[in-house]
């Protein structure tokens, strides 16, 4: 079965920054592209960022990618996501999810979420 | 980069209704188009992809069509369970933007 748990949200400080961390397993994460999803209190879906299957592409929304950092490590089947700089508007439930392609690709949609993890920012 | 215009915001219908929410892109994506639900206090999951290609286990109700640039969510006969918020998402080209949403509610 395949499982993506999300960890390392809490609350921060304006400016302050926090990494938060995607769990995978159930299946060869090092095949598939990997996403972060957010979703501020009462808002829609927003796209965040991507990363080819091997590490090698990554992908950012065009507001975010001078604050945000993607990055993956196959050996542990963990998915990062390092937010800096952040604001009251980065607040939100983080989701990470999983594109359904086996050969790495992100032109693929999302077939497995993680359950979310919150960030609140806030002094 | 390329926008998804999703219509309406809001619906509301009686059960065993058809219900249609529809979505533009600002370029042609082909057939590169997802559906996902997000049931009140729920993870989001795929309906739909390729633009009418069903989920295994998604109920026959939902469909999927459209090509280039105009797609449509359609549900044949709306039940208690379809409750919730309907996104459209593009994955030809990063970023791959999602609709804004439209939230499902029965009258």
């Known amino acids: 079965e395949v499982q993506l748990v999300n960890s390392g949200g809490g609350s921060v400080q304006p400016g302050g920054s926090l990494r938060l961390s995607c769990a995978a397993s159930?299946?060869?994460?090092?095949?598939?592209?990997m996403f972060w999803v957010r979703q501020a209190p009462g808002k829609g879906l927003e796209f965040v960022s991507a990363?080819?299957?091997?590490?090698?592409?990554?992908y950012y929304a065009d507001s975010l990618k001078d604050r945000f950092t993607i990055s993956r490590d196959n050996s542990k089947n963990t998915l990062y996501l390092q937010m800096g700089s952040l604001t009251a508007d980065d607040m939100a439930v983080y989701y990470c999810?999983?594109?359904?392609?086996?050969?790495?690709?992100?032109?693929?949609?999302?077939?497995?979420w993680g359950q979310g993890t919150l960030v609140t920012v806030s002094s | 980069d390329i926008q998804m215009t999703q219509s309406p915001s809001s619906l509301s219908a009686s059960v065993g209704d058809r219900v249609t929410i529809t979505c533009r892109a600002s370029?042609?994506?082909?057939?590169?188009l997802a559906w996902y639900q997000q049931k009140p206090g729920k993870v989001p999951t795929l309906l739909i992809y390729?633009?009418?290609a069903l989920r295994s286990g998604v109920p026959s109700r939902f469909s999927g069509s459209g090509s280039g640039t105009d797609f449509t969510l359609t549900i044949s006969s709306l039940q208690l369970e379809d409750v919730g918020t309907y996104y459209c998402?593009?994955?030809?080209?990063?970023?791959?933007?999602f609709g804004q949403g439209t939230k499902l509610e029965i009258k």
């Open positions: 999810a999983r594109a359904t392609d086996l050969w790495g690709s992100p032109n693929w949609p999302l077939d497995n």
């Open positions: 159930g299946f060869t994460f090092s095949s598939y592209a």
């Open positions: 990363i080819s299957g091997n590490g090698g592409n990554t």
């Open positions: 370029q042609d994506i082909i057939r590169s």
């Open positions: 390729g633009a009418s």
């Open positions: 998402q593009m994955y030809k080209s990063a970023p791959f933007t």
